[in-house]
């Protein structure tokens, strides 16, 4: 006979797994009274094996939604850090406007307070040149008050301005409205009692970004002393080289007279001190005539006397002229000019001037036996002319000096102590006069100094005429 193993065995075994099982995982002992349930109401016969398996996978379901739990809040704590992290970075941002805002505020006011107590004009217009401030310094140097001008158009005639030429008022407008780039420049003005003033301007527009102007600033200077001193020595130096003028003409015709023999014959020694007493009598000549162009040029005395000038005959002219110096050094010069150029309206005593100076210091800072070049065209409206040499150039940290008043080039000054540093300066205000433009270029190989010349010319000027001796 089956021997059937009695219930209250199989449970007292169970007994002893029970504690074990509900020390790990309370809920499935639950699972196992209600296996045993189960088992009452089905006749299953669950034995200790299978509710430990029961229970384990119950540990086990509980252990995944524990851990995905777990995850899930982890990832919310996640998420709350960075919304955390992101509303402090927000309020660090905040903070750190806020300091940026006092310490402009602060800085404007250090601004404001320069700007009232600078010794210069400091006005502030809207784009149409409505003055929208003006500093303390408008009534020190214009007698026009502070508040009664704003409103007002900067440098209209109903304040201190209106005085300088149409061209001039165009040429500032368009350089600082249509152009948007600053303007420097004198201007003659009128206090407000009546007096006239000079006054250094510079006016620089403010763009927006998209590059549309918003404001302009002017600041000016009175410098109607600086004015008055320039013009008290330009008449001491033009009475001293007329002065100096007539007798200097005198003593070389009495060196040429005494080097033709007119007054004797002379020993080859007299005759070579005699020379170069010529020579150095000439340089003075030369020196005492270009003052005194400097000082016409400064006190727009030049007028023109135009003429209709056909350029290629005037350089034809003047190389003649230079073939002495040629001559001597062995230069030569290549001339290369078309028939058919155009003639100009221009003076020719003073363009004359200007190639013979280029010319010259061609030949004279160049080498001897090296050539220079001259090339004159027509380039549309205009006559371009190139004087090229291979010389000793200009150095480079000189360039933005040439065409100032006594500019000499180190280099230059080594080998030739003689020269004025007034010939370019000269030669760019008559270019100018005559409505052209002059320039050049200087690398390691020589120098090309370049005149750009309009072929309808200059206007005809009804000034007083005074022309260049
Ligand atoms: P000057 O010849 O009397 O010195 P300029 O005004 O004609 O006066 O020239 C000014 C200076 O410019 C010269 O001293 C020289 O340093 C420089 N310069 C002018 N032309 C040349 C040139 N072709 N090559 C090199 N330097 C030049």
Request: charge should be neutral.
């Amino acid at each position: 006979m089956k021997k059937v193993l009695p219930i209250k065995h199989k449970n007292s075994r169970r007994k002893d797994k029970v504690p074990l099982l509900s020390a790990l995982a309370a809920p499935s002992i639950n699972l196992s009274v209600l296996a045993g349930i189960i088992a009452q109401v089905s006749n299953w016969q669950p034995t200790s094996q299978t509710l430990l398996e029961i229970s384990a996978i119950t540990l086990s379901i509980l252990l995944v939604i524990f851990i995905i739990v777990l995850i899930r809040s982890n990832k919310s704590l996640i998420q709350n850090k960075e919304k955390l992290e992101k509303q402090y970075s927000e309020i660090e941002e905040q903070y750190q406007t806020l300091v940026r805002i006092k310490e402009d505020v602060r800085a404007g006011k250090k601004f404001e307070l320069a700007v009232k107590s600078a010794s210069d004009q400091i006005i502030i217009t809207d784009p149409n040149g409505i003055i929208l401030y003006a500093n303390p310094a408008v009534e020190a140097i214009s007698g026009f008050e502070p508040m009664k001008v704003l409103g007002k158009k900067a440098g209209s005639s109903t304040l201190w301005g209106g005085r300088m030429d149409k061209d001039f008022y165009d040429t500032f407008w368009h350089t600082i409205k249509e152009e948007k780039k600053p303007y420097k420049g004198t201007f003659e003005n009128k206090k407000r009692n009546g007096v006239i003033y000079y006054a250094q301007t510079t006016v620089s527009p403010v763009l927006d970004e998209s590059g549309e102007v918003q404001f302009f600033v002017g600041i000016e200077r009175d410098i109607t002393r600086e004015k008055e001193v320039d013009r008290m020595k330009d008449e001491f130096v033009s009475l001293v080289s007329h002065q100096m003028r007539t007798p200097l003409s005198s003593v070389g015709w009495y060196l040429e007279m005494l080097m033709d023999g007119s007054l004797g014959n002379l020993s080859e020694e007299q005759r070579d001190c005699i020379i170069n007493m010529f020579e150095s009598n000439q340089r003075m000549v030369g020196l005492i005539n270009t003052l005194l162009d400097v000082s016409r040029i400064e006190g727009r005395e030049i007028a023109m006397e135009l003429k209709s000038v056909d350029i290629k005959n005037l350089v034809e002219d003047l190389l003649e002229e230079t073939k002495i110096k040629t001559g001597k050094s062995g230069q030569h010069i290549e001339l290369d000019v078309p028939e058919n150029l155009p003639k100009v309206d221009l003076d020719p005593q003073l363009i004359r001037n200007v190639y013979l100076n280029l010319i010259m210091n061609a030949l004279k800072y160049s080498p001897d036996n090296s050539p220079v070049e001259i090339e004159i065209y027509q380039e549309g409206d205009f006559i371009i002319s190139k004087i090229r040499d291979y010389g000793y150039g200009i150095p480079k940290k000189e360039q933005g000096k040439v065409f100032s008043k006594f500019f000499r080039g180190s280099n230059i000054k080594k080998v030739d102590p003689i020269g004025t540093g007034l010939g370019l300066y000269l030669s760019k205000a008559i270019i100018r006069e005559s409505g052209g433009d002059i320039w050049f270029e200087s690398h390691g190989d020589g120098t090309t100094f370049g005149i750009t010349l309009p072929i309808q010319g200059v206007k005809h000027k009804q000034e007083k005429v005074t022309t260049i001796a």
